[in-house]
T-cell receptor, first 108, second 117 residues
Framework: RKEVEQDPGPFNVPEGATVAFNCTYS??????FFWYRQDCRKEPKLLMS???SGNEDGRFTAQLNRASQYISLLIRDSKLSDSATYLC?????????FGAGTTVTVRA | SAVISQKPSRDICQRGTSLTIQCQVD?????MFWYRQQPGQSLTLIAT?????????ESGFVIDKFPISRPNLTFSTLTVSNMSPEDSSIYLC??????????????FGPGTRLTVL
C-alpha cells in the first residue's frame, strides 16, 4: 500500500465553482501534513500546512482527520490560475512522503 | 524562504554515461534532500545529504549509483552514474528551513530534467 494515496482526477470545473478532494495516508504516526501545488514542468511549492483544527488561507480550506487518516483540500470560487496538480504531503520527522497528485483544471 | 538553483536544468545523455547535478542554496542549511519524480508519478526521496557526513540513502537507492557530495552548507551535488533509460526523470534538490512563526517548510529547486537515450 502506498504511504499517501490521492484521487488523480482530473477535476474539470468552471470558474467560480468549488472543488474538493482528499488524500489518505497509511502511517498513523505521521506528524505534519501539507498541501503543495505543482504547475506543469515546475517544482512543487508549499500551498499550506494542514492543522488538526483545520485551517483556511483565503479561498483554500484544509482539514485533517487523524482518526480516519485523511486530509482534504477545498478550493472556493475557483480561478483559472488554480489549475495545477495538488500534492498531498505527509511528514514523519524530516522525511516527506508525497501523493501522486490531484490534477485540477479550471475552465473559463 | 530559500532560493534554490540547479544546474543543468535539463540534459539528454547516452546510456552508460554519468551526469552530475549541482544544487546551490542562497542560505546555509543543515539538511538537503535529493528527490526523483518520474513522469506522472509522485516525488520519491533518493537521499538526505548532511554537511560533514555521508548521505543517507532510502530503500532502493545506493551510493554507487547516486553518489552525493555536500562540501558546505549551501551546496550539494548528485551524480547519476552509468545511466540507463530508466533513469530518465526529473531530479529535484530540496532544503528544509524554519520560517518566521517557527514553521518548518521544505523548498524545492526547479529540477533537472534528465533524458537517457
Amino acid at each position: 500500500r502506498k504511504e499517501v494515496e490521492q484521487d488523480p482526477g482530473p477535476f474539470n470545473v468552471p470558474e467560480g465553482a468549488t472543488v474538493a478532494f482528499n488524500c489518505t495516508y497509511s502511517n498513523s504516526a505521521s506528524q505534519s501534513f501539507f498541501w503543495y501545488r505543482q504547475d506543469c514542468r515546475k517544482e512543487p511549492k508549499l500551498l499550506m500546512s494542514v492543522y488538526s483544527s483545520g485551517n483556511e488561507d483565503g479561498r483554500f480550506t484544509a482539514q485533517l482527520n487523524r482518526a480516519s487518516q485523511y486530509i482534504s483540500l477545498l478550493i472556493r470560487d475557483s480561478k483559472l490560475s488554480d489549475s495545477a496538480t495538488y500534492l498531498c504531503v505527509v511528514a514523519n520527522d524530516y522525511k516527506l512522503s508525497f501523493g501522486a497528485g490531484t490534477t485540477v483544471t479550471v475552465r473559463a | 524562504s530559500a532560493v534554490i538553483s540547479q544546474k543543468p536544468s535539463r540534459d539528454i545523455c547516452q546510456r552508460g554515461t554519468s551526469l552530475t547535478i549541482q544544487c546551490q542554496v542562497d542560505s546555509q542549511v543543515t539538511m538537503m534532500f535529493w528527490y526523483r519524480q518520474q513522469p506522472g508519478q509522485s516525488l520519491t526521496l533518493i537521499a538526505t545529504a548532511n554537511q560533514g557526513s555521508e548521505a543517507t540513502y532510502e530503500s532502493g537507492f545506493v551510493i554507487d549509483k547516486f553518489p552525493i557530495s555536500r562540501p558546505n552548507l549551501t551546496f550539494s551535488t548528485l551524480t547519476v552514474s552509468n545511466m540507463s533509460p530508466e533513469d530518465s526523470s526529473i531530479y529535484l534538490c530540496s532544503v528544509r528551513l524554519l520560517d518566521r512563526g517557527s514553521t518548518d517548510t521544505q523548498y524545492f529547486g526547479p529540477g533537472t530534467r534528465l533524458t537517457v537515450l
